[in-house]
């Protein structure tokens, strides 16, 4: 590629992909050669937008060798993700495919092979890893001053927007899930999750759900699109201070509060921990748009060869998450194992 623009292609223009187009354009480096949708409304729209940027509503006319493509983003619907992604990585490209990666661990495999074999760059886009505030807190977490993360529990929740095609979990977990991966650097070993569908029938739109990890660590994440409050809260406690990010909040959204629960000295059976209430702080974090930073890494990775911070193998991690909990809730909340 050289110090050339890296030329990128683009498909689908709809609920997310204006979004992710926005921020791919504004890259200095890149290049959007050309877009693909399948819907001529949505095209439209596109040309009205970037009249700069080709358009075509057919995969193979983007693919085309002539157009000289380096990599291409897909922001499709998710049941399109691993036929999309296939044909891109067969193509020889790099590919960004928007969360989640599948629907299926089985296919999320496949394409994880297939990038491996044609030594080229999957990148999912679990959006929230590139949150400034997270990459603070995974920083704050590796200096020890949290100490040993005992458990991390999420709140993702809403009055809507209710979906016929995938439950609340599949909907609105996978932020958390990749969330929890990224923080904690191991995958869990088990699932287990408990919900119900009282708006559509065979469609949870509350679920319970607990992931235990080797480690003994546990996370619990909490999704609901039938709740009185809007909340978006992680709470990370830790066995010297506890931390809490509220990703509602415009600008202080990690609070740190200096408590917990230890030994007395020489403490025989039966005495009492003591608890300890120190101080709140709300650390400053510079923060700008998380899709601007993904977009950006992307472009990096293809550029340099090195493995993105939302990998492919990420991406299958969180979809053998998904896959568990279903499986749980069919079984009434019996865990599920995971495979490694």
Not at 168 to 197: C, K, Y
Not at 210 to 237: A, Q
Request: net charge negative.
């Amino acid at each position: 590629m050289g110090s050339r623009p890296l030329r990128v292609g683009f498909v689908g223009f709809g609920y997310w992909g204006p979004n992710v187009l926005r921020n791919l354009d504004r890259l200095s480096d890149v290049d959007v050669v050309a877009a693909c949708d399948a819907s001529a409304d949505n095209l439209t729209r596109l040309r009205a937008t970037y009249p700069h940027i080709e358009t075509t509503d057919e995969l193979d006319a983007l693919l085309d060798p002539a157009r000289e493509l380096d990599a291409v983003v897909i922001a499709t619907s998710a049941p399109t993700h691993a036929s999309l992604a296939t044909r891109v990585l067969e193509a020889g490209l790099h590919c960004f495919v928007e969360k989640p990666l599948t629907l299926s661990s089985a296919d999320a495999e496949r394409l994880v092979a297939l990038a491996e074999e044609k030594d080229r760059v999957l990148m999912v886009g679990h959006l929230m890893v590139y949150h400034g505030a997270i990459e603070w807190i995974r920083d704050y977490i590796a200096s020890g001053e949290l100490g040993e993360v005992r458990y991390v529990y999420f709140q993702r929740l809403n009055l809507g927007k209710v979906r016929a095609d995938e439950n609340s979990f599949w909907s609105l977990a996978p932020h958390d899930i990749s969330i929890a991966l990224h923080l904690l650097d191991e995958a869990p070993v088990s699932v287990s999750a408990n919900g119900a569908d009282y708006l559509r029938d065979g469609v949870h739109d509350v679920v319970f759900a607990n992931l235990m990890f080797e480690s003994g660590k546990m996370v619990n994440v909490h999704v609901s699109w039938l709740d009185p409050h809007k909340v978006r809260r992680m709470t990370v406690v830790g066995s010297k201070k506890m931390l809490v990010f509220d990703d509602m909040e415009a600008t202080d959204k990690i609070w740190i509060y200096d408590k917990g629960v230890e030994p007395t000295e020489a403490m025989a059976y039966g005495e009492d921990l003591t608890l300890r209430f120190g101080d709140i702080t709300v650390p400053y974090v510079a923060l700008s748009e998380p899709l601007a930073a993904e977009m950006g890494h992307f472009a990096e990775c293809c550029r340099t060869g090195a493995t993105p911070r939302s990998s492919g193998v990420d991406g299958l991690q969180v979809v053998r998450v998904l896959e568990g909990v279903d499986a749980s809730l069919e079984a009434h909340g019996a865990p599920i194992a995971l495979d490694a």
